[in-house]
Nanobody, 124 residues
Framework: QVQLRESGGGLVQAGGSLRLSCAAS????????MGWFRQAPGKEREFVAT????????YYADSVKGRFTISRDNAKNTVYLQMNSLKPEDTAVYYC?????????????????WGQGIQVTVSS
């Protein structure tokens, strides 16, 4: 059974940092782009960041560019999201997802596997 499991979420003050991890099991995703999405209360899910199959290219939403960094370790079948300079508007449930393509620009319909999500809360 394929699973994506997020960890590293929690409560942090504005200006702080968190590092999310997403560990995949059940199959490897070394040939797939991976991405992070988020959904705030009362809002639709939105794209955050994506990384290509080999880590050679990354793409970010404008709202997080310069503050968040996505990376991956294919040997560990894990993708990361380093979040710095967090703002209250970053508060959301964050989801890890695996794309059906080797390179992605964050279109959610490309993503075929999703994690359960993890809460990130940024206090002001």
């Amino acid at each position: 059974q394929v699973q994506l499991r997020e960890s590293g979420g929690g409560l942090v003050q504005a200006g702080g940092s968190l590092r999310l991890s997403c560990a995949a099991s059940g199959r490897t995703f070394s040939s797939n782009a991976m991405g992070w999405f988020r959904q705030a209360p009362g809002k639709e899910r939105e794209f955050v960041a994506t990384i290509s199959w080999n880590g050679g290219s990354t793409y970010y939403a404008d709202s997080v560019k310069g503050r968040f960094t996505i990376s991956r370790d294919n040997a560990k079948n894990t993708v990361y999201l380093q979040m710095n300079s967090l703002k209250p508007e970053d508060t959301a449930v964050y989801y890890c997802a695996a794309s059906s393509l080797p390179v992605s620009y964050g279109r959610s319909y490309e993503y075929v596997y999703w994690g359960q999500g993890i809460q990130v809360t940024v206090s002001s």
